[in-house]
């Protein structure tokens, strides 16, 4: 695939900066930055990590921005929180600071950082940093594509048990639609039964979002890697067929 083609919609970024002068600083940066490298991008900025914490939970961002100094939950706290649960688990993350303690670099990364970017906030580096990003931005855009396909899936919870049918699909995930929904955050067993593959495709899936009281989006977890071959040869080349990806 391009980068034309990657780029058909853009980054969407979240900012967690508790400080309204740092933040109009990023942004100014920001639109130069876009100007630079031509690359469109969406920033979101909030002003505390409590409520980081509550947008997370119901949106994906291509690249998320964390102030490391902020009252709790701080930078590297925030950090722990996305690498553990919910729609953000891959996305890029890259932590604000204005020191340069070795200490505090590496919690971070062992907490799943991906990159730092020092203030004040330089054209520079900013530019540098989007331009590393962007490759597994990409990456994970082609890997989450989704294409409208129904297929027979059960979904089980303990002693729960339901027949589903999947509005649409991807690589790392599913949309169904099932007599009922479960919680967001449970983590259930999924068997796929696409039409052209003889075997069943097995994995576990954690709860991500639902619709109404029939609709889910899950998240697929425990995918091995037989299942994931099975997927991908049943799921690539209808996603090359209806968006002209070139993989």
Do not use: H, W
């Not at 409520?51 to 930078?75: C, E, H, S, W």
């Not at 340069?100 to 919690?107: F, G, I």
């Not at 989006?217 to 209808?238: C, H, S, T």
């Amino acid at each position: 695939m391009s980068k034309e083609q990657s780029r058909s919609r853009p980054y969407d970024i979240l900012i967690v900066e508790d400080s309204a002068d740092d933040v109009e600083l990023f942004l100014r940066t920001l639109r130069k930055v876009q100007a630079d490298i031509d690359v469109e991008m969406r920033a979101y900025p909030v002003t505390d990590g409590t409520q980081a914490t509550a947008t997370l939970k119901g949106r994906r961002y291509d690249a998320i921005f964390l102030d490391v100094n902020m009252p709790p939950p701080d930078g590297v706290e925030l950090t722990k929180q996305i690498r553990s649960s919910g729609m953000n688990q891959t996305t890029t993350i890259v932590i604000l600071t204005g020191s340069e303690d070795r200490a505090l670099m590496t919690r971070a990364f062992e907490a799943g950082a991906n990159l730092f970017l020092f203030k004040p906030i330089e054209r520079t580096r900013l530019s540098r940093a989007i331009q590393i990003f962007s490759v597994p931005i990409d990456r994970e855009r082609r890997r989450l594509q989704r294409v409208k396909v129904k297929c027979k899936a059960t979904i089980e919870l303990g002693q729960i048990r339901l027949d589903c049918e999947t509005v649409d699909l991807s690589l790392g995930g599913m949309l169904v639609r099932a007599n009922r929904i479960l919680p967001i955050g449970s983590v259930v067993s999924v068997a796929l039964t696409p039409s052209s593959v003889p075997e069943v495709i097995r994995t576990s899936a954690r709860v991500v979002r639902t619709e109404g009281n029939e609709f889910m989006g899950l998240q697929l977890e425990g995918l091995g890697e037989i299942e994931a071959k099975r997927l991908g040869e049943f799921l690539v080349p209808l996603i090359v067929a209806t968006t002209d990806y070139r993989i």
